[in-house]
């Protein structure tokens, strides 16, 4: 079955950078579950949210667009063109920043800002979407 995000690519576009979620954002339904495990099994539903929001969420770069989705039965997408945004902003608490996580914010031209949360690496993710728009705005060899 195709991600999301590989059914979305037009024709000549292509996967720039793949992100992630990282499992340290989702430590308010991972602790939860942990401890809730032996209380008849309750911890097992944190645990499947946990697990159901790491898997059903997809965050890539591509040579026209920055894709995010989030969810499984109900299902909210962003997807920005590159020439489009004006600036991305990564936001860290303390503990993003000792385990590496955190939450980008994308500012386009007319859009109102896009919050895209729990991303591993931010920093990395908007390295990369700096090159692919710099790739993007450079001239096309023949």
Known sequence: MASYVEGALIKDE??????????????GW???????????????????VAYVKYK???????????????GFV???????????????QVDQSVMGRLLNYGTLVIAGAG???A??????????????FIEAQDGARAPRQP
């Open 115 to 128: 919050p895209i949360p729990g991303i591993s690496n931010p920093i990395a993710f908007r390295r990369a």
């Open 56 to 70: 059903t969420t997809e965050l890539a770069i591509t040579t026209r667009r920055v894709i995010a989705k989030f």
């Open 30 to 48: 991972l602790l939860p579950g942990i401890v809730l495990l032996p209380a008849f099994g309750l911890g097992l539903v944190f645990l499947i």
């Open 14 to 27: 292509r996967i720039v950078h793949l992100g992630r979620i990282s499992l340290w954002s989702l430590w």
């Open 111 to 113: 859009e109102p800002q």
């Open 74 to 88: 109900s299902r909210r997408t962003v997807e920005l063109n590159i020439h489009k945004v004006e600036s991305v």
